[in-house]
């Protein structure tokens, strides 16, 4: 257990509907960021967060918008669906810049 | 565009050899470098990293190099056991304080054979 939490695991859904994933970083831990990855992409930088405030913006589309609450767990939304959005989701934490912990991701399947 | 590349998808060694894992980098500015390895339906997990004013950075099996003005660095496993077998990331840190961000690479799938 690194630490992370992510839920749920595995998610499918319809094209054209919205989801939300759900992230709870370690605890002190005051920076969340979000990752996708798809097939043959590696990990794509979405957005990161830092103690309710968003840092850095990546290659992140306009259908998803994400937000970290004053608990600091943080939430990604993606809406209106389309089949490559298919693909795994992941947060990580850290202190540091660098020292990154990630949880064990979301698996979303859009049919 | 790729800052940070992992040519190779994938990476096949014997049990007991070495293993090079090599990634190569575009942005000049990138002061950490770091390896990630991850198991299926795993979350990556940080394995060893390197800062930009050094070449080399050894813990246990794991070496990486780094080789600033080729603008690339390596991972060495030695001796390489079955257990290594999994997909290692390549990843890049430019220190812009709260801002900072990992930009990492595709990377590439180790099989160790027994």
């Known amino acids: 257990d690194s630490g992370v939490t992510q839920t749920p695991k595995h998610l499918i859904t319809a094209t054209g509907q919205r989801v939300t994933l759900r992230c709870s970083p370690r605890s002190g831990d005051l920076s969340v960021y979000w990752y996708q990855q798809s097939l043959d992409q590696g990990l794509q930088f979405l957005i990161q967060?830092?103690?309710?405030?968003?840092?850095a913006k990546g290659n992140i589309l306009e259908r998803f918008s994400a937000q970290q609450f004053p608990d600091l767990h943080s939430e990604l939304n993606l809406s209106s669906l389309e089949l490559g959005d298919s693909a795994l989701y992941f947060c990580?934490?850290?202190?540091?810049?660098?020292?990154?912990?990630f949880g064990s991701g979301t698996r979303l399947t859009v049919v | 565009d790729q800052q940070v590349k992992q040519n190779s998808p994938s990476l096949s060694v014997q049990e007991g050899r070495i293993s090079i894992l090599n990634c190569d980098y575009t942005n000049s500015m990138f002061d950490y470098f770091l390896w990630y390895k991850k198991y299926p339906a795993e979350g990556p997990t940080f394995l060893i990293s390197i800062s930009s004013i050094k070449d080399k950075n050894e813990d246990g099996r794991f070496t990486v190099f780094l080789n600033k003005s080729a603008k690339h660095l390596s991972l060495h496993i030695v001796p390489s056991q079955p257990g290594d077998s999994a997909v290692y990331f390549c990843a890049a840190s430019l220190y812009t304080g709260a801002n900072s961000k990992l930009t990492f690479g595709k990377g590439i799938t180790l099989s160790v054979r027994p």
């Open positions: 990580a934490s850290s202190v540091t810049p660098w020292g990154y912990t």
């Open positions: 967060y830092y103690n309710g405030e968003e840092r």
